[in-house]
């Protein structure tokens, strides 16, 4: 029984195994064990959303989540979502828009935001601006007042349902 | 704001749980999904010797109907996996209607029943779910299993009727009968915040017609409060704007709320008032087959 | 060098300037790949947690620090006798605050904390976990004090005093007074009163206080990676405390998450982490979490205002009279003062009226809370709902529709420049200009007509109104004359580089709100090179020209025009080697988007990157006195006017349910005057997030007290900041009245949003309340405070 667990999981596609301090949240785990400064920490009690990261392909709170409970677990950072290109178009809508100001907010709200894209493209609807509000309500931004975040999400949301209707995969 | 230092251990099976606990005496916490145990560490409210990750356990998993039709969920359904499930929508469709009034996806995508129902939150709305529907809680412990009702299975702030060493394996809810019928209603200054007030209510629908259905605030007490002089004074549908004015003033002897940031004891009860008006609204005046 | 830009001119060559271009450090942002000051890891970097007082006012006893310094992974622990020989202390008064007194402040108390949340001892280990374990392993012996917990009762002779060698609790009052106040209220037609309420409330800046404290021993050099808005004024006040030549103390700012006004002050905490790594000569780093941020950021807009206004038979406003009493915390902040938020009350009341008589006093007293200071807007959020709540309970008294009222008695325009009853003085607004185009964008009259039915329906709409004047492109006036040395000045270094790239680098410096894009845009317009070939350097004192950084709306009009003029001065540069190089006179020549061509034919000469070469690689060539300095200096500060006053008005529409006291916010509309816009996208991105931020001082956010001054909302389980299912959908409108003080034209936009946005809530909602002759006054408008005015639930 140890303070003290050893962890072998995925993120970003690359194979770790590390011994990490039970205690260690999967924030404190990816940037001070991993060096993998993309995901933040804003609150470390859940409520701010800055430090929203993938495990096993669902959104979750990074800082509510022991790095010691992941062993055999899927991690996606911002970085890794960057890397692969699946969040370009929101990614770029972003910086179109200025939906970006400080940053600090932005690669929870990206990810949360393309789990609701995700899920929507699945059930073939495009989400209204409420629903687009409802979803990242849980992102807490201080500099943009929310309002170009909901018209870069909104955008790409058209932009896909348009893209996938002409027949492309 | 890093938690101190402890142990940890997961555990594959029950069994296994006890064992750990009694090792450490007892000074061991248990982590499902971790929505709230992860924060009151960070706080440094809990400072246990050892965390027992439960959370691989094919025991507290799963999602079934029963043969004497009850819905059978696994303590460690998530909030997601709860709302999505057909069978949780065709049985206990006010679960179904509850889960997105919780907090936030991120949160849904991590956070279990078991979870809520054992930190018994008093502005949760899974537990009111639970005692509106009748639930009845499967707890297990070193000495085996029993079942607790849901109507006795809060006892207070943040406290269950589970002893120190038991854990919440399932939760079974009644089948929703054709009839059968119910809402949600909160009231929140921001979307997924703790609610300042809220209500569930059940409808049950009889052979021998509606029943008085079973309206449980919660964020109002220490707990979810069932309003019984209140229900009663509601009595079965059809809901007569006579009728619902009744059972507001009587409120007031079924409830018993504390001041907190959003207000006063009057306000609670205010809020309550109206809340019992908006649920009734929702539903509609008539018995209608709502629930199948 | 005569060039002016022609805003109605787009055809102008490269540009830039007034084009919505995306930032270019956006992306790397988008991507995760920013650089705040907890990305930075040094060699043999420690880490800091600070032992915080739990009591608002105690005197501290004996630190017992054994147990804590057993534990694995601290290596030291300081207490304010550790560290005042190393550190001179400060006192936050400002000269021309006359009267203004404050306590001397160390890094850490000697022998009493002041406040829940101060700290006390700093312990230095190897993990952020391991200092905090050892932070808790710290006892102290507290002797329990009263605590100051009352502004209202802060000078009165039973309060104790918090700092005896002051006398009282008072830190500064005033009284703003011109013509009779006395003589028009006893004349008036009607009179109005009101009293307001701001709460307490502060930024959350989404990464939290951030420092990276470094002291080379070998050469005695002090780096400080900061997350600070003014990095100059950091290094001026390091040098000063601890001791050093200016010269070796360095303060760098990379990527900032969020300030707002709360990274512009000097925190004895980070002052402390600078003192530390002074003794201890190794790389010390403190990241306040979330609890701490809460208990130490400043907090702000802690106000109670009585006010009146009278009004003539013809709805004319003949006076306003405001007493304004505002509770700080035990200290005022150094180096700005917690006395200006007050002082700007008392400058800005009534501020977009025609009116001549004015009284405005303030009252600034310790408490035992967390300090407060300059945070988004200072001043203007409190006076603009004192003076936009007045003018509605005036407009209600006379009968007038509330915009036909202020249409009547806002300064028109074109009679400036003028000067306000309360001293202010203005270049030039465009108030009637600007509610005109904000009627029309909002449908005004449809809105009223929806209203009326919807009334009839049960459901209550409200619109608000909120004129509002704002200070940007503050001068000497602000802080420097008090003694200050905070730069009001900024400058600009511009460079053409070998292959015709360009350098700049600014005294402004960017936490998100787009500096380095507008001075990239303002430099590749001024120089004449396409915008992908600029870079632009801020946030270092070592290798920018002296400025002050980014507050009070100075980044566009001060800091760009100090780089439109280095900019124009490098491009003459550049003109004069072409010239030489191509037997021209300099005169037919320019340069546009990198190539030097005829001004008059526009056919392209020879690419810049040539002439770079000939410069820098083949200056053999050239003839042998030609000046050829491809990198210009210019600073620039303004000096007609003490602030470019900006204008603007905004507008709310909601709904109040009254059954539950909750607002629902439908939509808001701002049309803001800032003069001459670099960029729209950046601006009206300003104004909606300024919007919001002023919507979660009158809706949602308080940091609320018990009488023992202990902080009640201690985490964002508490404090409400405004999400984005209750924020609406903000329109954004322009005018632009550019200052004639410089070329750019340019005033400043970044706090319009949150100045206007509380009264506008605050008027919106009073209008739906109405019907049932309720009013709100004290900020936030909570559920509670709603339904108690409407009687449904008694007042706590």
Known sequence: MSTEVGISLTVNGERVSRRVEARRHLIDFLRLDLGLMGSHAGCEHGVCGACTVRVNGLIVRGCLVLAASLDGDTVETIEGASDSGEIRDLQDAFVARNACQCGYCTPGMLLTAAELLRENAEAGSVPSRDAIREHLSGNYCRCTGYHAIVDAVEAVAKARTASSGAGKP | ?292 | MSLVIDPRSVDRPNSYIGRSIPRPNARKLVEGRGQYVDDLLLPRMVHVAFVRSPHAHARIGRIDASAALKLPGVLRIFTGHDLAPHCEPWVAVLAHLKGMKSAAQLPLPLATATWAGEAVAAVVADSRAAAEDAAAKVSIDWQMLPPVADMETALDKATPVIHAELGDNLVFERVNESGNVAEAFRSAHKVVEATFHSGRHTGVTLEPRSILAEFNKGDGTLTVHHATQAPHMMQEVLAQHLRLPLSAVRVICRDIGGSYGIKVHVYPDEVAVAVIAKIMGRPVKFVADRLESFASDIHARDHRIKGRMAVDAQGRITAFDIDDLTGIGPYSVYPRTSAVEGNQVVNLVGGPYDFPNYRAKTTVVLQNKVPTCQYRAVGHPIATAVTEGLVDLGAEAIGMDPVAFRLKNLMQDGTYPRTSPAGMRFEGLSHIKSMGLLVEMMDYRGLRAQQELLRSEGVHRGIGFASFIELTNPSPFMYGIGGARISAQDGCTVRIDPDGSVVAATGVTEQGQGTEAIIRQIVAEAVGVPIDVVRVITGDTLTTPYGGGTWACRGAGIGGEAALQAGLATKHAALQVAGAMLQAAPDALDLVLGNIVDKATGAVRMPLGELGRIVYFRGDTLPPDLPRELMQTRHFITKQYPFAFTNGVQASHLEVDVDTGLVKLLKHWCVEDCGRIINPLLVDEQVRGGVVQGIGGALFEHCTYSPEGQLTVGSMVDYLVPMAAEMPDIEVGHVETPTKESLLGAKGAGEAGTAGAPAAIMNAINNALRPHGAKVFAQPFTPERILAALGRVPKR
Request: hydrophobic share 45%; net charge positive; glycine share 10%.
């Open chain 2, 1 to 292: 704001m890093k938690a101190g230092s402890f142990r940890y251990e997961r555990a594959y099976t029950l069994a296994e749980v006890f064992r750990l606990r009694r090792e450490v005496d007892g000074d061991a916490q248990f982590l499902a999904g971790g929505q709230s145990l992860l924060a009151s560490l960070a706080f440094r409210l809990s400072e246990p010797n050892l965390i027992i990750d439960i959370s691989r356990i094919p025991e507290l998993k799963g999602i079934s109907v029963l043969p004497d039709a009850y819905l059978r969920v696994g303590a460690l359904t998530t909030h997601r996996e709860l709302a999505a499930h057909p069978d949780v929508r065709r049985h206990a469709p006010l679960l179904a209607e509850a889960v997105p009034l919780i907090a936030h996806a991120a949160i849904r995508n991590r956070g279990t029943i078991g979870g809520s129902l054992a930190f018994a939150d008093a502005a949760a709305e899974l537990p009111a779910c639970c005692v509106a529907l009748g639930a009845r809680i499967i707890a297990a412990g070193p000495g085996g299993e029993r079942t607790i009702p849901a109507a006795s299975f809060f006892t207070g702030l943040f406290a269950t009727a589970m002893a120190e060493d038991e854990l919440i394996r399932a939760v079974e809810f009644p089948c929703a009968a054709p009839g059968d019928r119910g809402t949600i209603v909160e009231l929140t200054r921001r979307s997924g915040d703790y609610a300042m007030a809220g209500l569930a209510v059940w409808a049950q629908h009889a052979a021998s017609g509606a029943q008085t259905p079973r309206l449980v605030y919660f964020g109002v007490g220490t707990g979810p409060v069932a309003a019984a002089e209140a229900a009663r004074a509601l009595g079965p549908a059809p809901w007569t704007a006579q009728k619902v004015k009744a059972a507001q003033a009587l409120l007031d002897r079924d409830l018993d709320p504390p001041a907190d940031q959003h207000g006063g004891p009057e306000m609670k009860r205010h809020l309550a008032r109206v809340l019992l008006a908006r649920a009734v609204g929702k539903l509609g005046a008539e018995p209608g087959a709502r629930a199948a």
